[in-house]
């Protein structure tokens, strides 16, 4: 709950097994510097490219939000992942333990792919930007390096507010914005009004009593928020309002400077001083 001084308090925790593919929302975990423990753990990769599956190129992946990932029992630190439980768009039920899993996925995705629980030294991604004003592209696929060694887009932490999502709702009201279109890892609940998290960059998040975060960077956004999920349908104007009220941008990326355990309703507080790194030193 809410504390002394406090900016606000986690009102949710997700975490997403397989790269692209629907999560699993958590009562608490442990954070490592690594995330959430068990986030992106796992991915598909195109052999025929060696990049990386993602639903950022919905004309080849966009089926990918179809897939539901959840761990077979709670990861443990300083375990070995658990293997994951996936949910296929038929109903049916793979553990990627099964030598079938690369199988069931390709034949949905209709593409060879292999199911891999370890990312290549550099891996990548292909990424499609439509055509809305305000992206750095318009209209085109690039390919995109990721973070050395994992499956993260950038940071390994992503953290949103519920003043942003408010202030989406009200810039455009039509549409249908919720976290789920967003992939957080944590939802911060506030009673602050805009987007709040954007001063936070540079900065320190403290997460109940143990858990140190610095706040990296925006969250630039991408096609991946327009894509339809279960009830939701596809929507363009939700990247579009994200690009003309906040230059695309919804959310925080953060890294974990002290790990610890962050449980659902943990008060955030927010440093005045600059964010430290791993290694004590400011920037």
Not at 7 to 29: Q, W
Not at 40 to 56: E, H, I, N, W
Not at 229 to 239: F, K, N
Request: with cysteine.
């Amino acid at each position: 709950m809410a504390s002394p001084g406090s900016i606000g308090t986690v009102v949710s925790l997700l975490r997403y097994p397989v790269k692209s593919m629907m999560g699993e929302e958590l009562n608490a975990s442990a954070l490592t510097e690594r995330g959430v423990l068990g986030d992106r753990a796992y991915a598909l990769l195109d052999p025929a490219t060696g990049k990386v599956v993602s639903a950022k190129n919905p004309r080849r992946w966009g089926r990918m939000f179809d897939f539901h990932a959840s761990f077979v029992s709670p990861p443990q630190p300083g375990a070995e992942l658990p293997p994951v439980r996936i949910a296929l768009p038929d109903g049916a039920v793979v553990t990627s333990d099964r030598d079938d899993v690369a199988m069931a996925a390709s034949q949905v995705l209709g593409h060879h792919l292999k199911f891999v629980r370890s990312a290549p030294a550099k891996p990548s991604l292909e990424e499609y930007w439509p055509d809305i004003e305000g992206l750095a592209y318009r209209e085109t696929v690039t390919d995109e390096p990721m973070p050395s060694e994992t499956f993260f887009d950038a940071s390994p932490l992503l953290i949103l507010t519920t003043a942003t999502i408010d202030a989406l709702r009200e810039a455009y009201p039509q549409g249908r914005f919720e976290p789920r279109r967003f992939r957080p890892n944590v939802i911060v609940g506030t009673t602050e009004r805009g987007f709040v998290e954007n001063g936070w960059v540079g900065r320190t998040l403290r997460l109940g009593d143990e858990v140190v975060l610095r706040v990296d960077k925006p969250c630039g956004r991408c096609v991946m928020t327009t894509l339809p999920q279960g009830d939701l349908p596809q929507d363009y104007g939700i990247l579009r309002a994200a690009a003309k009220h906040n230059e695309a941008n919804v959310g925080v990326y953060a890294s974990v400077v002290r790990s610890g355990t962050v449980s659902r309703g943990d008060a955030v507080h927010l440093d005045e001083a600059r964010a430290l790194r791993a290694d004590g030193m400011t920037g």
